[in-house]
């Protein structure tokens, strides 16, 4: 087990360059295993979600060549199994991506339900809603399996009572391969939604309107190969923005798509940020403390939930009061817990966090007690004065790729070690100083 170990209080200064979205890559490696023909993935963010997905894709039986840490080849032939249940399937969300998947491709599919991060209940009533308009039976049978099971596929009209980023992309990819049409209204319109669609049309799908809240899909008998580079990490690209802004840095963060980074980049102006956009990269400068201001999460173009404790943690560094709330999941403020034992001031009362801004953290250890969370904490570490030990950063791992590497690269004080290596956490103390 890793812990990371932070010296606060330099500011970051450079360039970081952001890899592909994970969210993005869950759907489209889901939705590679409906070809018999190969299919190449580029821009692969090389983190632990990722990775379990593509294991778990080899053990349903398809040819899983992975060429480097950020591209693989993944062809579906040779798939023998729509049994999905093991270990590690289950502490990841994207999982659910092979329900969708399989059932378009072989009108049979069983998965382990799906975990992810702790940040609410998180149903998927409106995943299994799209299955069974599709025609599905879909049933959660023992062992927590969702089995989902349909004579033939055929194409409905689904209107999603909540806007669901997995229940759009589950149900996109089994339509690709129903009989006829398929229409999802209320739909999520997630940068990762346009990019599993362009990708599912890159293989001979017909789907028009994703990024809009009507998605109109016509089902095709078969998928074929394709080459495909997924787009840039929004919520990693977001994460260095707030680092960059809470160490009064001058970061460029390069490899994004500047318009997917809107709500964040407003937010930040508003506060009293520069942020600069060229054609694909942004660069954040922030030369004194910032100012204070109200943050809603919403689906997107409103401000990501999964930004939600980075803007917080800036927030609660800033002049005055600010307000944020949590419109998306019930349960994601579990990390104010966390940062109060740096001495952030921040009450929270139902979905809402009222922030009252402090000059600067202490340095103290802390637990990452979701993915999302424990980068805020790291944030929270490079701006704190002395040292700050944050566990539990296998949490962090899922979704970020060398995450302390960037940050070092960008002049912080970090280091990953061994929870239990003391000579480590020493050597750095002295190293640092
Ligand atoms: C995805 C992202 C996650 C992000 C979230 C919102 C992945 C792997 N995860 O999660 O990082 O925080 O989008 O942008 O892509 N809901 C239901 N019934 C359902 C499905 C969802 O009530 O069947 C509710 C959820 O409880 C939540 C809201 O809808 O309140 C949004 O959830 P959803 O967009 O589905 O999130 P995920 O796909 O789980």
Redesign the pocket.
């Known amino acids: 087990m890793n812990q990371y170990i932070i010296k606060g209080g330099k500011p970051l200064v450079g360039e970081v360059v952001i890899g592909g979205a994970k969210?993005a890559a869950?759907g489209i490696l889901a939705g590679a295993i409906m070809a018999d023909e190969p299919v190449l993935i580029e821009n692969l963010p090389n983190v632990n979600d990722v990775n379990v997905l593509i294991d778990a894709i080899a053990g349903i039986g398809a040819i899983v060549e992975r060429i480097d840490a950020h591209t693989v080849r993944i062809n579906g032939k040779t798939i023998e199994s729509v049994y999905v249940d093991y270990e590690y399937i289950k502490k990841i969300?994207?999982s659910y991506y092979l329900l969708g998947a399989l059932l378009g491709k072989y009108n049979d599919a069983q998965v382990a339900l799906p975990g992810?991060c702790n940040i609410?209940?998180?149903?998927?009533?409106?995943?299994k809603k799209g299955f069974e308009a599709l025609g599905a039976v879909v049933k959660i049978e023992q062992g927590g399996i969702i089995s989902a099971h349909a004579d033939e596929l055929i194409g409905s009209h689904i209107y999603l009572d909540?806007v669901?980023?997995?229940?759009t992309i589950n149900i996109m990819l089994a339509a690709s391969m129903a009989k006829g049409k398929t229409i999802i209204e209320n739909a999520?319109k997630?940068p990762h939604i346009v990019d599993v669609a362009n990708f599912l049309n890159s293989m001979g799908a017909n789907i028009k309107g994703a990024g809009t809240d009507v998605i109109r899909i016509k089902g095709v008998e078969k998928l074929h190969k394709s080459e495909y580079s997924i787009i840039p990490d929004q919520i990693e690209a977001g994460t260095f923005m707030i680092a960059a802004a809470a160490t009064k840095g001058d970061v460029l963060i390069k490899n994004v798509i500047p318009k997917h980074l809107d709500a964040i980049s407003a937010k930040l102006v508003e506060i009293g940020c520069e942020v600069e956009e060229f054609d694909d990269s942004v660069r954040v400068v922030a030369k004194e403390r910032l100012g204070n201001t109200q943050v809603k999460t919403l689906p997107y173009p409103g401000f990501?939930?999964?930004m939600q404790p980075q803007i917080a943690t800036l927030l609660a560094l800033s002049k005055g009061t600010s307000v944020v709330t949590e419109s998306?999941?019930e349960n994601r403020f579990k990390y104010v817990a966390e940062l109060a034992r740096m001495g952030a001031d921040i009450k929270v009362e139902g979905n809402m966090a009222v922030i009252n801004g402090v000059e600067s953290f202490m340095g103290a250890a802390v637990s990452a007690p979701d993915l999302r969370a424990g980068a805020a904490l790291v944030v929270a570490g490079l701006v704190a004065e002395g040292f700050t030990i944050l566990d539990q950063i296998e949490y962090i791992e899922r979704g970020y790729e060398d995450f302390e590497g960037k940050f070092i690269a960008l002049g912080a004080s970090m280091e990953k070690i061994d929870v239990n290596d003391e000579k480590a956490l020493k050597k750095f103390k002295l190293r640092v100083g």
């Open positions: 969210n869950l969300r994207g992810g609410g209940s998180r149903p998927i009533d409106q995943h909540v669901s980023v997995g229940a999520a997630e990501p939930t999964d998306i999941f």
